[in-house]
């Protein structure tokens, strides 16, 4: 006897979500959903929300709220340079295994962008490796409509350079580190392009919205 498959997926039970949606559009809807799980970007926090409540859960559980942003950005002004201080987590210790920064965010249009700098030691035998990720305080649906340019700049000129879609925070910490959804730098590397007095590593963050690229070659190509 052939298996029946049922017309109506059980999505609203899984998320919550309202919507009764047929098996064909389940992965559509969900890429959009607000009612997707999210991962909180404060990489201690291990715990999940609705990715519509992400920016209320940072503020009720980590006093982290739109007011905390480091800058606000807007068209025709997409980029910011910062710095990190790594002076104290470069040596591998078994306390600072899963060591992380931030994180710091920026905002554009409402939608929070956070930068995640993570370290990690797999035995206090090994070198570390860090981790570097810009995610995106919205659904996947969201994430398509933007690319960001992350710069690691050392101090005699060298430059790494690393472009993708922001992940959003459906995406866990750790499956972006097996999926390598992330620029991926060996402890060597970062002491090289440190700056020689504090230590410091410099970096430069371009946020790309390609809906706004389309528009001004629309507005240029119509003259």
Same mark, same amino acid.
């Given at each position: 006897m052939p298996t029946t498959v049922p017309s109506v997926d059980p999505h609203s039970a899984m998320l919550g979500c309202?919507?009764?949606?047929?098996?064909?559009?389940?992965?559509?809807?969900?890429?959009?959903?607000?009612?997707?799980?999210?991962?909180?970007? #404060?990489?201690?926090? !291990?715990? %999940?929300?609705?990715?519509?409540?992400?920016?209320?859960? *940072?503020? @009720?559980?980590?006093?982290? /709220?739109?007011?905390?942003?480091?800058?606000?950005?807007?068209?025709?002004?997409?980029?910011?340079?910062?710095?990190?201080?790594t002076a104290t987590y470069l040596n591998g210790c078994r306390d600072q295994q899963n060591w992380w920064w931030g994180?710091?965010?920026?905002?554009?249009?409402?939608?929070?962008?956070?930068?995640?700098?993570?370290?990690?030691?797999?035995?206090?035998?090994?070198?570390?490796?860090?981790?570097?990720? #810009?995610?995106?305080? !919205?659904? %996947?649906?969201?994430?398509?409509?933007?690319?960001?340019? *992350?710069? @690691?700049?050392?101090?005699? /000129?060298?430059?790494?350079?690393?472009?993708?879609?922001?992940?959003?925070?459906?995406?866990?910490?750790?499956?972006?580190?097996?999926?390598q959804r992330c620029l991926l730098l060996a402890d060597s590397a970062v002491k090289r392009m440190l700056t020689k007095?504090?230590?410091?590593?410099?970096?430069?963050?371009?946020?790309?919205?390609?809906?706004?690229?389309?528009?001004?070659?629309?507005?240029?190509?119509?003259?």
């Amino acid at each position: 006897m052939p298996t029946t498959v049922p017309s109506v997926d059980p999505h609203s039970a899984m998320l919550g979500c309202p919507r009764i949606l047929a098996w064909l559009d389940r992965e559509e809807h969900e890429s959009g959903c607000s009612y997707s799980q999210a991962h909180c970007p #404060v990489l201690s926090c !291990s715990q %999940q929300f609705f990715i519509s409540e992400a920016m209320q859960h *940072l503020s @009720v559980q980590h006093n982290i /709220g739109k007011d905390s942003a480091i800058l606000r950005l807007h068209a025709g002004s997409m980029s910011f340079r910062s710095s990190i201080s790594t002076a104290t987590y470069l040596n591998g210790c078994r306390d600072q295994q899963n060591w992380w920064w931030g994180p710091q965010f920026v905002i554009y249009e409402n939608i929070p962008f956070f930068f995640i700098i993570s370290r990690r030691v797999e035995n206090p035998d090994s070198r570390g490796h860090f981790y570097f990720w #810009v995610c995106i305080g !919205s659904n %996947q649906k969201e994430s398509k409509r933007f690319l960001y340019n *992350l710069t @690691v700049e050392g101090v005699q /000129g060298e430059k790494v350079t690393y472009t993708s879609t922001p992940v959003s925070l459906e995406m866990s910490a750790q499956n972006v580190r097996e999926e390598q959804r992330c620029l991926l730098l060996a402890d060597s590397a970062v002491k090289r392009m440190l700056t020689k007095t504090d230590e410091k590593l410099l970096y430069r963050i371009e946020i790309v919205d390609k809906t706004e690229c389309k528009s001004s070659a629309s507005s240029t190509s119509s003259l």
